[in-house]
């Protein structure tokens, strides 16, 4: 008799995870029609986040490339969206799109910048390039300069399906506008984390996870980490660029201190990976949870909650590397979304 | 004419930067620490010379006398508590650290003094000038210039001449075997951490004299210095001084240009040494 095996990453809590999270999904779109309109923007902050989180993920816990220079993808997108809507009147809805193909045009010079430099020269090269980019957008008049601008009026009441959302939901059209960018939000961050699942269960993923965990061996199978990490850089700044632009498509204002910050789009972001777990695609979500749930605890406290964020950041760094989810899986040996291969045998 | 003021400025200025980037320079060479606190640790000690200075009313020259031991023992203890157990392959962990910290340093400081920009007072030595030939230079940058010259020196001494630079530069090259000699690296360290922040308390002093400061601030005082020390080249303190005055000099030349380009200009700058010369002009150590 004979056995053939078959390596599959399926398992009982995977599948169990997955109808959960379609279950999830379904929920999360209906939502609108009864939740208030206080969750809704709540809930499009934690997407948005997140969004951002699995992409910084996917740069620094699968490559090594750590950088602090994700808020130049972020705000270019953020402006690229402004300059799309204001000078050649796209709508906003379709100029999302621009602002991830300007942030991956964006990204192609970096990349064969920042790749010649390793480690902290990496880290601190990235940062100096998005603050040129921001001092550059600074100096574009037509979207406000260094003082920013705001959406206008009419490109807002252009947004597509806002007027559908508004007959649906029966609400004012600031209302619709925020449940039509809870839905962007909700469609991006699922597209995000189904993408990224489903690459690394692909073999390109394989190599990707070999390469998070031993970069040397990796590549004396042949993976080929050049290659990879310019996939990864591209990818993230895509996704990065339209999260960028949703974000300030919803905040209706711009300005380059704004969009291009380090502390929120690079920062927290790090800090929700780190506390939720890096190198997993849980990690970010328990990480956003954590981040929200801290800044809504501590709302009338101030700076307070940031300063608990930082120290509950490096607590985590020192005590549990890898993060509140890899703390849990490693006792539990459960993965919500399975991505190790395990050999299978088949009769 | 006009050209040679405006260099001549730009020098001073890279002073001011290789001040604020002497003792990121230190660490960053010692023990390969990205230190992402390092420019709230600036503003941290300019905040300690201003408590310093309206409790005792102490000119903050002496001001920063008495804040310095209080600032080598923040360093110390930091480095043994907190960033001894960051170091290793990985630079996440550092960076991440340090970059709490940031966070940390930032809104305490807010939280305690407000977001009100605050400045060290030094009379009329603020706007006092000196005329070399026909160019007029501020007496504050001349002094800062020097002080970052003075301190460079010092440092360097104490890195070439003195039992614990021997122990720096051991366990800089190689700490395991450093460690075979008899060297605790982990004190090495927060010795060299403590050092670096003495100098930061200098640079602190410059800072609150020469312009306003806030709690926020912190962070683009870090990317100069930052610049400063990765053009200068890993390890090397003068390597960090040319890097200052690379980009104190590309800053006044593109305020020249156009006042809008100052910032722009240094960053360029950067970004073109690093192009060409990725591991910066004059590397001491290798990675």
């Known amino acids: ?347 | 004419m006009i050209w040679i003021e405006t260099i001549v400025q730009g020098v001073l200025l890279g002073g001011l930067y290789a001040l604020f980037a002497a003792g990121l320079s230190l660490v960053f060479g010692i023990m390969r620490l990205v230190n992402l606190a390092h420019g709230d640790l600036i503003v941290m000690g300019a905040y300690l010379i201003l408590v310093v200075v309206s409790v005792s009313g102490l000119n903050p020259f002496f001001a920063a006398l008495v804040a310095a031991p209080f600032m080598f023992t923040v360093g110390w203890i930091l480095q043994r508590a907190v960033l001894n157990r960051t170091l290793g392959e990985d630079i996440l962990p550092p960076l991440l650290v340090t970059f709490g910290l940031s966070v940390v340093i930032q809104n305490t400081l807010l939280e305690g003094f407000t977001a009100d920009s605050q400045r060290l007072s030094m009379g009329p030595l603020e706007t006092a000038s000196v005329n070399v030939g026909p160019i007029t230079m501020g007496t504050l940058p001349i002094l800062t210039f020097g002080s970052a010259i003075v301190v460079i020196l010092v440092l360097n001494w104490i890195f070439y001449r003195t039992a614990i630079g021997r122990a720096f530069r051991a366990t800089s090259d190689d700490p395991v075997t450093a460690s075979l000699m008899g060297i605790r690296p982990d004190r090495v360290f927060a010795t060299a951490m403590g050092l670096a922040l003495v100098v930061v308390t200098i640079a602190a002093l410059y800072l609150g004299t020469r312009s306003n400061f806030d709690p926020y601030v912190g962070p683009a005082r870090l990317i100069y210095a930052f610049e400063a020390v990765i053009i200068g080249g890993l390890g090397s303190l003068w390597g960090t001084l040319a890097g200052g005055i690379i980009i104190g000099v590309a800053q006044t030349l593109g305020a020249a240009i156009n006042p809008e380009w100052q910032i722009l200009a240094g960053h360029v700058a950067f970004l073109i040494v690093l192009l060409v010369r990725p591991r910066g002009l004059f590397p001491r150590a290798f990675d």
Do not use: H
């Open chain 1, 1 to 347: 008799m004979t056995q053939t095996y078959t390596a599959s990453a399926r398992t009982r809590a995977g599948t169990l995870s997955g109808i959960a999270a379609l279950i999830l999904l379904v929920v999360a779109i209906v939502l609108p029609s009864f939740a208030s309109r206080s969750l809704i923007q709540d809930l499009f902050f934690i997407l948005t986040m997140l969004t951002l989180a699995q992409f910084w993920n996917l740069l620094a816990g699968y490559t090594g490339l750590v950088s602090v220079g994700q808020q130049a993808f972020v705000g270019f997108g953020a402006y690229m969206l402004f300059g799309a809507t204001i000078l050649w009147g796209v709508n906003p809805v379709a100029a999302l799109f621009m602002s991830g193909v300007f942030a991956l045009l964006l990204a192609i010079p970096t990349a064969f910048f920042a790749f010649r430099l390793s480690g902290a020269y990496f880290a601190i090269g990235t940062w100096v390039v998005a603050e040129v980019v921001r001092l550059c957008v600074a100096q574009w008049q037509a979207v406000g300069g260094g003082t920013g601008t705001s959406m206008p009026r009419d490109a807002r009441d252009a947004m597509w399906g806002v007027e559908w959302i508004e007959i649906l939901f029966d609400v004012r059209s600031s209302a619709a506008r925020d449940i039509l960018a809870y839905w962007l939000a909700l469609a991006l961050a699922a597209a995000t984390i189904g993408g990224i699942y489903w690459f690394l269960r692909t073999r390109r993923g394989l190599a990707l996870a070999a390469l998070r965990d031993n970069v040397e061996a990796a590549k004396s199978t042949g993976v080929d980490a050049t290659r990879m990490k310019w996939i990864v850089f591209l990818v993230a700044a895509f996704g990065t660029g339209i999260a960028g632009g949703l974000i300030f498509m919803q905040n209706g204002r711009i300005s380059p201190d704004s969009a291009f910050s380090v502390t929120e789009w690079t920062a927290f972001v790090i800090f929700i990976v780190v506390i939720g777990g890096i190198g997993t695609l849980e990690g970010p979500i328990i990480g956003v949870l954590v981040f929200f749930f801290l800044q809504e605890l501590m709302a009338d406290f101030g700076a307070v909650y940031l300063i608990v964020l930082g120290l509950l950041g490096i607590a985590i760094m020192l005590f549990a590397p890898t993060g509140l989810w890899g703390f849990f899986a490693k006792r539990t040996g459960i993965a919500l979304f399975p991505t190790q291969r395990r050999l299978e045998t088949k009769r």
